[in-house]
């Protein structure tokens, strides 16, 4: 965070100096010192907001040079427009242009550099490993020869690829290049002094694999062959996902329906992201007042919540803080609730704490438009037609808030004595009803009704 901090004022200063050639004032020193700090306080904000600095990737990996890249175009474009709408224009708008990518040179480039360092540290010692030609330049072998290069006893160092595949031919991965194909086994492996060839690839059938095998023996090389990951993992049958207490031997132990058509898939995700990266751009002073508020009154920012998504499997759902913490209690809140704070129960009415979760529909955990992603706990009580929910995506709206409106208020008003038998027993039944229906039915332009019905539910 720091270091984030002091690139963005190196960044903004080398922009504004590029702009002047380097003749300040003060005043040109006045208006930069402005335009920084409201750099840092937006790059802490949406830094924080997406887990930037929470070690939640490797640094120097792919998720965190995105994580850390998208933070960083979100910074600059908050700088382009609180530069834009000051009174007193602080300095050129050309500057948070030309800014911005300074500043995504020096994270990525200094966070890349530091992935390198930390991987060459952490290579093994090699110096007694088995030494060993990988056949197959491809994805399996590309996987197979990082393992090697990577485990911790150091039993295996791959000294050379062999690939059949001309295109692949000058190929160096992770440091090892194709030195041939399946035809110059011998003279690789005296050059490298191979005592093992891994066969690779799903494309090897046995009539290759027999000759390569002979070609390696008659050279003195052990040879072994990886399986495809297919079969290397067994599936967890579809029941044990979600356990539930009601079923049929009729449905065979399935636990959700056949997913939709490819192209109907395609379309919705399309959609998806479409509209939520539209919404991200449009509600970004949300995104970042909301997160701004949160940290002055002493919470978190972010909740997150473990729920049942597509086919069963498990995701963590965002929600801006809206809670108490550390509070305990029931899971489920009426509209009354002690353990919510003030300003949460402005977020609860207004729906606003349910922003983060156009992330999840960004990473495909998510739709738009879906039945509401249930927790865990009481998923595992679904009965077999209920599962059938889970055939989709969950949803950030969904038809059933239509018909029940705000959930808390609803519960407050029925005012049962025990708010989780009231759930599970009379309004979860008739949500899944609802949801079910809408997993039936599901059209794109039947999302676009909702869309527009929640708006208008939510405005009106």
């Not at 003060?26 to 904000?45: K, S």
């Not at 090699?126 to 590309?142: D, K, L, N, P, Y």
């Not at 996987?143 to 791959?158: C, G, I, V």
Request: with cysteine; hydrophobic share 50%; net charge neutral.
């Amino acid at each position: 965070m720091a270091w984030d901090a002091a690139a963005w004022a190196v960044a903004l200063f080398t922009a504004l100096g590029l702009r002047y050639e380097f003749e300040l004032d003060a005043e040109d020193a006045f208006g930069i010192a402005q335009l920084i700090a409201v750099a840092v306080v937006a790059q802490v904000l949406i830094g924080v907001a997406l887990q930037v600095y929470r070690g939640r990737h490797c640094i120097g990996s792919i998720e965190n040079i995105v994580d850390t890249a998208a933070s960083i175009a979100l910074s600059g474009f908050v700088v382009f427009v609180a530069n834009v709408v000051s009174i007193a224009e602080w300095i050129p708008r050309s500057v948070a242009i030309i800014g911005t990518p300074i500043m995504l040179l020096i994270a990525v480039g200094s966070r890349i550099g530091v992935g390198l360092h930390r991987a060459r540290r952490s290579l093994p010692d090699h110096s007694t490993a088995q030494r060993v030609i990988i056949f197959g330049a491809g994805i399996g072998g590309q996987q197979l020869s990082w393992s090697m290069l990577t485990d911790p006893e150091a039993r295996y160092l791959p000294v050379a690829f062999l690939d059949d595949d001309p295109q692949r031919r000058g190929l160096r991965v992770s440091g090892v290049g194709v030195h041939g194909t399946s035809a110059d086994i011998a003279e690789v492996a005296a050059r490298t002094r191979a005592v093992l060839l891994a066969i690779t690839g799903h494309h090897v059938d046995g009539a290759a694999i027999h000759e390569l095998s002979r070609a390696a023996a008659d050279v003195g090389l052990e040879v072994k062959v990886v399986a495809p990951l297919a079969e290397s993992l067994r599936p967890v049958p579809a029941a044990l996902l979600i356990p539930s207490q009601a079923g049929s031997a009729a449905d065979g132990g399935r636990a959700v329906p056949p997913r939709p058509a490819p192209v109907e898939s395609r379309a919705k995700r399309f959609v998806d992201v479409t509209l939520s990266l539209t919404a991200l751009v449009v509600l970004l002073p949300a995104f970042v007042v909301i997160p701004l508020v949160l940290v002055v009154t002493g919470g978190e920012v972010l909740y997150r919540a473990k729920r049942v998504g597509l086919g069963g499997e498990i995701f963590t759902m965002f929600k801006f803080t809206t809670m108490v913490p550390g509070e305990g209690g029931p899971r489920l809140t009426r509209a009354g609730d002690p353990r919510i704070t003030p300003f949460g129960r402005w977020l609860r009415m207004t729906k606003l704490n349910e922003l983060p979760q156009l992330v999840n529909v960004l990473r495909g955990e998510m739709s738009l438009v879906g039945p509401r992603p249930e927790d865990p706990r009481y998923a595992a009580l679904y009965s077999a037609e209920q599962r059938k929910v889970l055939a989709v995506r969950p949803g950030l709206i969904s038809l059933a808030f239509l018909r029940f409106g705000d959930e808390e208020a609803y519960i407050e008003r029925a005012d049962p004595a025990d708010i989780e038998s009231y759930y599970l027993n009379e309004l979860l039944p008739e949500k899944l009803a609802i949801e079910l229906r809408y997993v039936r039915t599901w059209t794109l332009r039947g999302d676009f009704r909702i869309l527009a019905r929640t708006v208008k539910h939510l405005l009106l």
